[in-house]
C-alpha cells in the first residue's frame, strides 16, 4: 500500500494527541481504495485539526474558522470526481454552526471527521461547544452553565445521510472511516480523543472513559434511515439539465461612433419611484451601441420605495477597472432626496460639467454648466424625467448621440412601452437649451 502523507512535513502534534491516529488511520483509508493524491480534497479549518493538509500529498485548502464546509461544497460541486475529506475541530464546529446544518440539509457528498476533543486546543483550551458541563477548562465556569452540544443527534436531525460516532480508540477506526467515505450523501464522523497538550491536564479522559461515556447516548453508526435520499450534486445537476435555459444576456454590437472618444462619468440625482436606475441603465446601454466599455453603480436605501436614488455610468472607450467618478462630465439633477444625498458633490463641479437640472430641485451653487428645464410645463411626470434628461443630454451630443439613445430604447423596450418612450423623447427635443 502506498502512503500519500508527506515525508517533507510528517505529522507534529503533541505526543498522544488523537489526532496522530487518525492520520493513520485516514492515510489507510486512501490506500485500502486506491486513491490517489490527484483523487483527494482534503479541506481543513483553524486549530489543530487545520494541519491535516500539509500532512498529505494531496490537494488541499485550507480557509476560515469554522468554514471549511463552504469551500468543501463548492469544490465538490465543481469536482464531482473528486473525494473531498473536510477536517474540522469541535471549535470549528461550533463557530460554523450555520454552514454545518445547511450541509446536512443539501446532503453532498463529502465526508466531515470532527476532531472532537471537547476544547480549542490549540489556543488556550477553552470551552468549546461539546465541552462537558463537569469539566475544568481555561475559560473558567462558561461550559457549566451551557449544555454540551451532541454532535450525532444535530447532524441527524439537521439531515445528514450518515452519521457515525466513534472513539479514535477503536480497533475498527479505519473500517469507520472507509465506510463513511464510500457512502454516496453527506458523512459526519464524531471521533472523540484526548488533547493532552491542554484537556487532560485537568481532566481525566482515557479511551476506556470515552467508551463508557459514548455508550451512554445514542448511538450513531452509518447511514441514517429516514434522511436517505439523492446526494445533492447528482439531484442538482439532474435539475439542470431539464431546465430551460436562462435567457442569453444581450449582446450589443458596435453600430455608432461615440461624440466622445474619452471616459465620460454621468451623475443621475433623483429619488424613489423616479426611474433614475433604469435611465442609467439606458445610459449604459447607449454606450454599448457604440462599442463603449460602460459601468453602473446605484445607490438606494432599503426602503426601496422612499428616499434617495442616484445611479453613477461610466462610459469609457478602454476597459473600466475603477468604477468611481471624481469629477462628473454631466449631473442630471431630477429629485431633491438625491440633491441631498450627494450635496457635496457640486462643491467640486468645474466650468466644464453639464448640470441639467429640473426647474423645481434647488442646487448648491456650482461652477458647472447649467440648464434648467420646466418639466411640469412640459407635463412630463416625475417617472419620466430621466429618460427626458437623457434625450436633452443626447441632444447635446456630448457624450451620447440621439441615435444612441434611441437605439438604447429600441433593446431595452417593446411595444407600447417603447413607443412612449420614443413620444417622451420627442417631447424632449423641444426644450429650449440656453
Keep these: ?119 480549542y486546543g490549540m489556543t488556550g483550551g477553552q470551552f468549546s461547544s461539546t465541552t462537558p458541563s463537569d469539566a475544568t477548562v481555561g475559560s473558567g465556569f462558561l461550559n457549566q452553565i451551557e449544555k454540551p452540544m451532541d454532535v450525532g443527534q444535530v447532524v441527524a436531525a439537521a439531515g445528514a445521510g450518515y452519521v457515525s460516532r466513534a472513539s479514535v480508540y477503536g480497533k475498527d477506526l479505519t473500517q469507520v472511516i472507509e465506510k463513511a467515505i464510500q457512502f454516496k450523501g453527506f458523512s459526519v464522523l464524531d471521533l472523540w480523543g484526548v488533547c493532552p497538550g491542554r484537556y487532560t491536564k485537568k481532566n481525566r479522559l482515557t479511551p476506556k472513559s470515552i467508551e463508557t461515556s459514548m455508550s451512554a447516548l445514542p448511538a450513531f453508526t452509518g447511514p441514517v434511515e429516514t434522511n436517505r435520499r439523492g446526494e445533492y450534486g447528482e439531484l442538482y445537476r439532474t435539475q439542470a439539465s431539464q431546465t430551460e435555459p436562462r435567457q442569453q444576456p444581450l449582446k450589443f454590437e458596435k453600430r455608432f461612433t461615440s461624440p466622445s472618444p474619452k471616459r465620460n462619468g454621468v451623475i443621475i440625482l433623483g429619488g424613489a419611484g423616479q426611474r433614475i436606475v433604469t435611465g442609467g441603465e439606458i445610459l449604459c446601454y447607449a454606450g454599448l451601441t457604440a462599442g463603449m466599455h460602460t459601468a453602473q453603480k446605484n445607490d438606494y436605501p432599503i426602503t426601496v420605495l422612499r428616499g434617495h436614488s442616484v445611479s453613477e455610468l461610466i462610459l469609457s472607450p478602454d476597459a473600466i477597472g475603477y468604477t468611481g467618478i471624481h469629477i462628473p462630465d454631466a449631473v442630471l439633477v431630477l429629485g431633491p432626496e438625491g440633491v441631498a444625498r450627494r450635496k457635496e458633490l457640486f462643491a467640486t463641479l468645474t466650468k466644464e460639467t453639464i448640470v441639467i437640472q429640473a426647474g423645481d430641485v434647488p442646487i448648491p451653487a456650482c461652477d458647472a454648466k447649467i440648464i434648467s428645464v420646466d418639466f411640469q410645463s412640459l407635463k412630463i411626470k416625475a417617472p419620466d424625467r430621466a429618460l427626458a434628461a437623457l434625450a436633452i443630454l443626447a441632444r447635446l451630443g456630448t457624450i451620447i448621440s440621439m441615435e444612441m439613445l434611441k437605439e438604447a430604447l429600441n433593446i431595452r423596450f417593446k411595444g407600447d412601452v417603447l413607443e412612449k418612450a420614443l413620444e417622451l423623447v420627442d417631447k424632449a427635443m423641444s426644450v429650449e437649451i440656453f
Design 1 to 119: 500500500m502506498t502512503s500519500l502523507l508527506n515525508k517533507n512535513r510528517p505529522p507534529v502534534f503533541c505526543p498522544g494527541c488523537a489526532h496522530e491516529t487518525v492520520t493513520r488511520a485516514l492515510d489507510k483509508v486512501f490506500g485500502n481504495l486506491q486513491l490517489q493524491g490527484s483523487d483527494i480534497v482534503i479541506v481543513s479549518d483553524i486549530g489543530c485539526s487545520g494541519l491535516f493538509d500539509t500532512f498529505f500529498n494531496t490537494h488541499a485548502f485550507h480557509g476560515l474558522h469554522g468554514r471549511a464546509l463552504t469551500y468543501a461544497t463548492g469544490i465538490k460541486l465543481a469536482r464531482p470526481d473528486l473525494t473531498v475529506i473536510v477536517t474540522m475541530g469541535d471549535g470549528g464546529l461550533g463557530i460554523g454552526g450555520a454552514h454545518l446544518l445547511s450541509t446536512c440539509r443539501r446532503n453532498i457528498d463529502l465526508t466531515l471527521l470532527v476532531l472532537n476533543n471537547f476544547n
